[in-house]
């Protein structure tokens, strides 16, 4: 079995998908991406949490995740914004609170929400309610989130490559190639 840190590296340099910019920033996505996983192996539900412009990633990551053809077990994860179609009006403290309150009783607290979007987005401040949230908060630099920038020409193909990397990493970890 590898060191996980090892074995990003060389996923990184041999898949011909990825870019040398991964490389660059592993680092920052090292802890961030085991601590996702050491969560989904203790059973903990992913609640996927997207912008209105990234719409279009949150329908690939859900349609991909769990495709038969990966021969691993199904990974839960759920549109947050499905379960919880009145997201968009939720803007207080207070409002949050009770959306977790029920997020808590459903999955027995067992659930961490992954958000994928702009800073300014109505569903930023849900997705920091929780300290364990993954997040890939855009334009924004702060401890525990992937940064990357709204503007960048190729934010959609990083953003691929990302997931990319996050199902290679989950496929490691299920099948004991890599050492959390």
Same mark, same amino acid.
Do not use: C
């Given at each position: ?9 060389e996923?990184?340099?041999?898949d ?7 490389e660059e ?8 991406v085991?601590?996702?996983?050491r ?6 539900t992913?609640l996927?949490l997207?912008?209105?412009? &990234?719409?279009?990633y949150g329908?690939?990551?859900?349609s991909?995740?769990n &495709?038969p053809?990966?021969g691993?077990?199904?990974i839960?994860i759920?549109?947050?914004? &499905?379960l ?24 027995q607290e ?8 702009r800073?300014?987005s ?11 949230s993954?997040l ?14 709204s ?6 193909i990083k ?6 990397l996050?199902?290679r ?9 890599v050492?959390?």
């Amino acid at each position: 079995m590898k060191r996980f840190d090892q074995w990003t590296l060389e996923v990184i340099r041999t898949d011909k998908s990825m870019m040398q910019w991964l490389e660059e920033r592993r680092y920052e996505w090292i802890p961030l991406v085991v601590d996702a996983i050491r969560r989904i192996l203790a059973g903990y539900t992913i609640l996927l949490l997207v912008d209105d412009e &990234r719409r279009w990633y949150g329908e690939y990551v859900l349609s991909t995740i769990n &495709r038969p053809a990966q021969g691993r077990p199904f990974i839960p994860i759920y549109d947050l914004r &499905r379960l919880a179609p009145y997201l968009e009006e939720i803007k207080g403290n207070e409002e949050i609170a009770l959306l977790f309150e029920t997020l808590h009783i459903s999955f027995q607290e067992r659930f961490f929400i992954w958000y994928v979007g702009r800073a300014i987005s109505p569903f930023v401040n849900v997705a920091k309610g929780r300290e364990d949230s993954f997040l890939w908060i855009l334009d924004e630099n702060m401890q525990n989130n992937f940064t990357l920038k709204s503007q960048d020409e190729m934010l959609d193909i990083k953003l691929i490559q990302l997931f990319r990397l996050f199902e290679r990493s989950l496929d490691g970890a299920i099948f004991g190639e890599v050492e959390l």
